[in-house]
């Protein structure tokens, strides 16, 4: 279940606001379809990223899927923890397993994202 | 017999002082290193490698070679690989002093011999592929396509066309795209019909005047031959593109149709595929390349040239005139040239149209035995290879593709290549090759029925039978251990 | 087998090809020949050809004549390592997937550096996928500095593969047969990918890799080192000296001439970068009883996944060669190896010295050296070289054979040539060879 205080894109990524400061991470619906998760690769701090643009990969045994922003705005926080334990994804993918926290350029963007029914929607017609 | 306890690793069975090779006591005059190399540039000592014997290193690799699959030893329905026997008389006679001891930078006077059979090979392969021009350059099938890749660019380019695109249909190999990337071209996917063909259509709107090359695999990796490929190289000469052929499959046609007159203008041979290189637990290969006349003068060098003098032929080494340059260093894994050459000459014309109406017929008569257990979901009849598929047994019976393939291995079968092309569920690609026999092939069909009577708990923990069960590829992949360490 | 197939001939089985694409007649081809025939047909081509049992090899360039051990044929001539494939199934896989392991590490001990795949297809295209995985690194694209001293057919591979990459090659003249760092370190800016040094060089020289490379981390580049494995044998180590990335050719360890293939590529790196290499890496792990093996790793690396983003397009390795090259090593360990580069470098220096003394010969350059060196003949190289064939000796090759130099050197590069000498020849070889050149 999608939670429902949450902002998605159809590419699974998740936004949680606050203020200016957004967190992103991707849905557990993602999380499952890829299985047996392998790697992450995460941005820096202070890389500046543009809705839309490729900002990491996740990479299992046999596939590997590109992240994309789902707001623009400035990396201020990464996930040091998940690297070292991708399982945080696969048992939180809505909270310990969250990606990145970025400074919003463009707060206006969110409000295209879609709600948790719509994403669910999304789901549940294959995307 | 396998000795299952012999997996220590080189590192862990080395004993201090342990020495294998000797070498002579110098015989010259002998100075310090320093006297010879600067201090700052010296080891501070020689590398931590393994102390062992020689009877422990023969022991050792001796053990480990046992725990393989080959084809001298099991049946290798790979898929896509065209896992042929290898003549024994081709490691005798590449290994003749005069071969195996010429080095690449001697004299053109002393190699005439070599320079002699690899001339007749370039004409040998021209010549099946009905494109003249050869190439024996490249390293392996994917060096092939980006070598052919950087010919068009500088033809084009010669020409003043701007043109930046090359197409591929989805199911093309992998390597296409990754070797059309290095070559700097823009990569557009086809999606293609649901029965795995090219769609006209499709290809139709995306070619333009910025079309490079259509890459194509024919006959293709579903096993069937691309009907439409007279129209698709006619589509494509009228946008000024040029078409590639993707000579993976060649063991379906060789002698009966050419690349050269369905219309490609370039291809690649893999020679440890089809002419019987070995596969080398996983090289080395070579992947000549050969292409119309009108691309000849863009060709990597050194190519062999022949001229007569005196009656004589003289062969030299020399360098299209608009040549890309090198895409390696030296002249080309000759050694392995050198066994498709001996390939060639022990078949002839009819011997080499007989390897393909034979791999044919051994692939349908497998596609034919298995039809109601592994039902194949496109064509009617195969080429070389066809790919099944295990979706009926896994909706039915809970049996994957996969657990057929990894049961396989207890039946001292190497598994088929599973999983590839996508656009079969649950596929099962498999290549008998010409030089398996009818029992061989009817014992395996029989195998595959009676895994496909086995439960399917006990078939996905298979194998049962082998050194290992099956890897925990997360684990490889999440804790990389890429070297031992102490 | 046609009736279960259930068609009348074989030739119905060629139904989907259509018929006017079919070939007409029987290929050209030279016919058909029995083993007896085939035997006699390539003794006959093979006795046309002087190899180095017809005469004394000095030849260099990248390839040498060291020895091989009879035990390095044998193993690797046994049918489950010969003629299986990519070990797919590691399950069936086990004795190619272990020895590819044991050759990543026998690599990374011989290196320094940290990982190593498991093979590339030989030492040029291995030095340009070094700079491709540079350019990935450092998300540099626009310019690559090589000393001049790099072989110049690696050279001309480079040149041939980033040419629709937008990428500038600088080449720091090397005119007295190596580099002079602050010239180097003039041309590395905050555009370049990469430098790359090899040491010992194509001229045999030494170059100052540590120097170059300590700039080339100033400014953002990666080092990348073309070694001789031999020469580590002695010589300090490519981690060692600062590089990022490790290619050489490996034909010497194990592999015999065989005319100009195949050979060994191989690529070592720092940890850091293992998700940017090209080819194949074996990782160890458990099965399921948690015993412990060997499976291909890192595959969404590859071509099969990643399409035209893979970290190349290379999707083999030479795993017969690194096969031989894991056997080699095992069989002389740290003192044989030692031994092996001692004796190339002490038999070198000694060849050097007769040459220098033969009238007509000097030293082209006046540097250190590792097991090969350039000797000038006033006059014509070529000559010198067909003076020594006829006695039964090769030396070369001679440097104005790559057109690379012969732009570079102008006519010096036709009074150039290259001598060799490894641990297989001998004083007598030596002298009877300055000998001959003395008449």
Redesign the interface.
Known sequence: MAPVNLKYAKTHEWLSLNGDVGTIGISDFAVKELTDLVYMGLPNVGKTLNIGEVFGEIESVKAVSDLYAPVSGEVIEVNSNLPNDLDLLSKDAFGKGWLIKIRLSNPGEAASLLDAAAYERECAAGH | MRNRQA?N???ELSQLG???????A??????S?AE???TE????????????T?PD??R???N??????????HF?P?GS?T?KY?PK?H????S????????????EA?????L??LF?LQE?LG??A?LPAVSLQP??G??G??TAL?TA?AYFQDRGEQRTKVLFPQSA???N?????????E?V?LKGRADGFVDLDELRDNLDDKTAVFMITNPNTLG??E?D??KIAHLLHDVGGLVYIDGANMNA??????PG??GGDMMHYNVHKTFTG?????????GPIAVRDFLANYL?GPIVSRTQSGGADRFQLTTPPKS?????????????LLRGY?Y??????????AVS?QA???A??L???LADVLPVPH?E?C?HEFVASAEKSKSERGITALDI??RL?DFGY??P?VY?PQIVQEALMIEPTETES?QTLDAFADTIRTILNESSEFLH?A?HD?????????????Q?????KR | MLKTVGVKSVDELFDQIPRELRLDRPLHLPPPLSEIELEAHLRDLASQNVGASGRVSFLGGGIYDHFVPAAVDAIAGRSEFYTAYTPYQAEASQGSLQAFFEYQTLICELTGMDVSNASLYEGASAMVEAVLMAMRVTQRRGKVVVLGSVHPEYRDTLTTYVRHLGCEIIVVPTPHGTADPSDVARQIDDRTAAVIVQHPNFFGCLESPREIFTVAKQRGALSISVFDPISLGVLRRPAEDGADIAVAEGQSLGIPLQYGGPYLGILACRQEFVRQMPGRLVGETVDRHGKRCFVLTLGTREQHIRRERATSNVCTNQGLLALRATVYLSLLGPRGLHEVAELSCQKSHYAAEQLAEVSGLELAFGGPFFKEFVVRSRGNAAEVARRARTAGFDIGPALNRFPALAVEFGSSANEWLLVAVTESRTKNQIDNLANALRK
Request: hydrophobic fraction near 40%; proline fraction near 7%; glycine fraction near 8%.
């Open positions: 997996t690793l080189l590192f342990r020495r294998a090779a000797r070498y002579p110098c015989d010259v005059p002998a100075r290193l010879m190399l600067p540039l010296l080891a501070e000592q020689s590398p931590d490698l393994p102390e062992l020689e290193v023969i050792h690799f001796t480990l070679s046992t725990l393989n699959m080959s084809v001298d030893t290798y790979l690989c896992m290898n008389r490691e005798r006679l590449a003749l002093p005069g071969l195996i001891d010429l080095h690449p930078y001697q004299d002393s190699q005439q011999g070599m002699a059979i007749e040998m010549e099946i009905g390293a392996a994917a060096h396509e980006m950087l660019a190999h992998g390597t795209p990754a070797s059309a990337a290095i070559a700097g071209f990569c996917q069937l031959f009907r490929i007279a046609i060789l002698g009966i149709t050419r007159d369905f070995p596969h080398g637990s996983g090289g080395p290969g070579a990597p890309i340059g090198r895409v390696r260093s030296q002249f080309g894994n000759v050694g392995i001996l060639l000459r022990t078949l002839g014309a009819d011997g080499l149209k109406e044919v017929l051994n349908n008569y596609r034919a035995k064509g009849r080429m393939a990894k291995l190497y598994a290549t590839f009818q923990n194998p082998t050194p290992i069960s099956r890897p925990d590829e997360v684990k490889a992949g999440r990389l251990v890429l070297r031992w």
